[in-house]
């Protein structure tokens, strides 16, 4: 069956560095990945999209990267602050044209001042 | 421009009981989604519309789940009668297409006791 799996560990860093958390698939085959933020009691709010045929993406201090062989997709939060800190989820969608984004269960990250 | 609606923020239901929650979705937005987010996991997709018709509902509880969206605006989500494993958020979310950005509202919670 098709599996997503993220760190179910919170991520605790120090100010200042970088962040990465890592998004697994397996059964899967989409063609596109996408990175949303969720803070306690709100709704996601999306960050990245990038596509099967993209290697990395770039937006301010995020980073996206995409491996379609190794299934696996990183995603990096450079120069970290504390406002960063909430929970990360991947979503994987396009295998089937129509078909809506699947998601993780997530990662909380905690970035400490 | 004014993000996707949902009503009521917060239920608490008697098991057995019914309830409704509402959602307007950003205007223009052909694609409405309805997710159901259990506490610790990501966001589960229950129904997929395009405009007034359904793309996807291969995961919603027919026997006690139903949704609607007439005139291919607003929607609304029936849980009828509810059980206890039915607590959890309920995200509506909207996109100009299958495939692009989903916008999430803010959820509507339930509590099932």
């Known amino acids: 069956s098709q599996k997503i799996e993220q760190n179910s560990e919170a991520l605790n860093i120090q100010e200042g560095k970088t962040a990465t958390l890592t998004c697994n698939y397996t059964?899967?085959?989409?063609?596109?990945l996408q990175w949303y933020r969720q803070d306690p009691g709100r709704g996601p709010v999306f960050l990245l999209l990038?596509?099967?045929?993209?290697k990395e993406k770039r937006k301010e201090r995020l980073k996206v990267t995409f491996d379609t062989t190794l299934k696996q997709s990183l995603f990096h939060i450079t120069a970290s602050q504390p406002a960063d800190s909430a929970t990360y989820l991947c979503a994987l969608g396009g295998d089937t044209g129509r078909r809506a984004l699947t998601f993780g269960s997530g990662t909380r990250l905690q970035v400490q001042p | 421009e004014a993000g996707v609606a949902q009503s009521p923020r917060y239920k608490i239901i008697e098991k057995r009981q019914s309830v409704a929650f509402w959602c307007n979705p950003i205007s223009g937005h052909a694609t409405l989604y309805w997710y159901q987010q259990i506490l610790g996991q990501g966001p589960k997709l229950l129904i997929q519309f395009q405009n007034n018709g359904v793309v996807d509902d291969s995961q919603l509880p027919k026997d006690r789940f139903s949704a609607e969206r007439l005139k291919g605006v607003d929607s609304t989500l029936k849980i009828q009668p509810a059980k206890l494993e039915d607590s959890a958020v309920y995200l509506c979310a909207s996109s100009g297409f299958t495939g692009n950005t989903i916008y999430f509202g803010e959820g509507s919670w339930l509590t099932v006791v």
């Open positions: 059964n899967y085959s989409p063609a596109y």
């Open positions: 990038i596509r099967e045929n993209e």
